[in-house]
Protein backbone atom coordinates (compact mmCIF):
# COMPACT_ATOMS: atom_id res chain seq x y z
CA UNK A 1 0.00 0.00 0.00
CA UNK A 2 0.97 3.30 -0.44
CA UNK A 3 0.38 6.45 1.87
CA UNK A 4 0.46 10.36 1.30
CA UNK A 5 1.27 12.66 3.88
CA UNK A 6 0.69 16.55 3.67
CA UNK A 7 2.29 19.16 5.57
CA UNK A 8 1.98 22.59 5.79
CA UNK A 9 -1.36 23.99 6.05
CA UNK A 10 -2.16 26.64 8.34
CA UNK A 11 -3.28 29.94 8.82
CA UNK A 12 -2.25 32.94 7.15
CA UNK A 13 -3.24 36.49 6.24
CA UNK A 14 -4.24 37.60 2.79
CA UNK A 15 -0.63 38.20 0.54
CA UNK A 16 0.64 35.94 2.78
CA UNK A 17 2.89 32.68 1.39
CA UNK A 18 2.55 28.89 2.47
CA UNK A 19 4.43 25.43 1.29
CA UNK A 20 2.89 22.28 1.22
CA UNK A 21 4.71 19.24 1.39
CA UNK A 22 3.33 15.65 0.42
CA UNK A 23 5.40 12.54 0.21
CA UNK A 24 4.24 9.69 -0.56
CA UNK A 25 5.83 6.15 0.54
CA UNK A 26 5.78 2.55 0.76
CA UNK A 27 5.85 0.07 -1.46
CA UNK A 28 6.86 2.08 -4.83
CA UNK A 29 8.21 1.03 -7.96
CA UNK A 30 7.45 4.34 -9.58
CA UNK A 31 4.75 7.42 -9.69
CA UNK A 32 3.70 9.18 -12.95
CA UNK A 33 1.68 11.94 -12.02
CA UNK A 34 1.32 14.06 -8.63
CA UNK A 35 -0.29 16.81 -7.36
CA UNK A 36 -2.71 19.09 -5.77
CA UNK A 37 -6.61 19.43 -5.49
CA UNK A 38 -8.73 21.39 -3.19
CA UNK A 39 -12.23 21.48 -1.78
CA UNK A 40 -14.24 23.74 -0.06
CA UNK A 41 -17.91 23.11 1.64
CA UNK A 42 -20.18 21.69 -0.73
CA UNK A 43 -18.08 21.98 -3.96
CA UNK A 44 -16.18 19.25 -5.50
CA UNK A 45 -12.85 19.24 -5.41
CA UNK A 46 -10.74 20.88 -8.12
CA UNK A 47 -7.31 20.94 -9.79
CA UNK A 48 -4.61 23.27 -8.18
CA UNK A 49 -1.54 21.77 -9.89
CA UNK A 50 -0.45 18.85 -11.53
CA UNK A 51 3.39 17.58 -12.17
CA UNK A 52 4.31 14.65 -14.23
CA UNK A 53 7.24 12.19 -14.36
CA UNK A 54 8.78 14.52 -17.18
CA UNK A 55 8.75 17.56 -14.90
CA UNK A 56 5.37 18.81 -17.09
CA UNK A 57 2.98 21.31 -14.95
CA UNK A 58 -0.40 21.80 -15.24
CA UNK A 59 -1.90 24.91 -13.15
CA UNK A 60 -5.18 25.74 -12.46
CA UNK A 61 -6.46 29.17 -13.76
CA UNK A 62 -7.09 30.49 -9.98
CA UNK A 63 -2.84 29.09 -9.40
CA UNK A 64 -1.21 30.96 -12.53
CA UNK A 65 1.55 33.16 -11.80
CA UNK A 66 0.64 32.57 -7.86
CA UNK A 67 1.57 29.05 -7.24
CA UNK A 68 4.35 26.96 -8.12
CA UNK A 69 4.39 22.91 -7.76
CA UNK A 70 8.13 21.11 -7.59
CA UNK A 71 8.70 17.68 -6.80
CA UNK A 72 11.76 15.68 -5.39
CA UNK A 73 11.88 12.90 -7.54
CA UNK A 74 14.13 10.54 -5.34
CA UNK A 75 11.91 11.44 -2.76
CA UNK A 76 8.73 10.81 -4.29
CA UNK A 77 7.86 14.19 -2.65
CA UNK A 78 5.74 17.24 -4.15
CA UNK A 79 5.21 20.50 -2.87
CA UNK A 80 3.64 23.41 -3.43
CA UNK A 81 4.74 27.28 -3.19
CA UNK A 82 1.71 29.50 -2.64
CA UNK A 83 2.33 32.83 -2.83
CA UNK A 84 -0.11 36.16 -2.38
CA UNK A 85 -3.16 34.52 -0.98
CA UNK A 86 -6.36 35.31 -0.83
CA UNK A 87 -9.21 34.62 1.04
CA UNK A 88 -10.58 32.56 -2.01
CA UNK A 89 -7.72 29.82 -1.31
CA UNK A 90 -9.40 28.92 1.72
CA UNK A 91 -10.01 25.02 1.45
CA UNK A 92 -8.46 21.52 2.19
CA UNK A 93 -5.78 20.95 0.14
CA UNK A 94 -5.21 17.58 -1.01
CA UNK A 95 -2.24 15.36 -2.18
CA UNK A 96 -2.59 12.87 -5.16
CA UNK A 97 -0.27 10.42 -6.77
CA UNK A 98 -1.76 8.61 -10.25
CA UNK A 99 -0.25 5.94 -12.70
CA UNK A 100 1.17 4.64 -9.39
CA UNK A 101 3.17 1.42 -9.98
CA UNK A 102 3.92 -0.47 -6.92
CA UNK A 103 5.92 -3.36 -9.45
CA UNK A 104 7.27 -3.18 -12.55
CA UNK A 105 4.56 -6.02 -13.05
CA UNK A 106 1.84 -4.08 -11.32
CA UNK A 107 -1.32 -2.38 -12.47
CA UNK A 108 -1.65 1.57 -11.94
CA UNK A 109 -3.06 3.32 -9.37
CA UNK A 110 -4.63 6.45 -7.70
CA UNK A 111 -3.64 7.37 -3.82
CA UNK A 112 -5.04 10.89 -1.82
CA UNK A 113 -3.76 11.91 1.31
CA UNK A 114 -5.93 12.90 3.73
CA UNK A 115 -5.93 16.77 3.45
CA UNK A 116 -4.33 19.53 5.35
CA UNK A 117 -6.65 23.03 5.72
CA UNK A 118 -5.05 26.11 4.25
CA UNK A 119 -7.14 29.12 5.77
CA UNK A 120 -6.56 32.72 4.36
CA UNK A 121 -7.95 35.38 6.59
CA UNK A 122 -8.59 38.93 4.86
Known amino acids: QVQLVESGGGLVQAGGSLRLSCAAS????????MGWYRQTPGKQRELVAI???????NYADSAKGRFTISRDYAKNTVYLQMNSLKPEDTAVYYC????????????????WGQGTQVTVSS
Open 96 to 111: YADNVRTSIFSNEYRF
Open 26 to 33: GRIFSINT
Open 51 to 57: ITSSGST
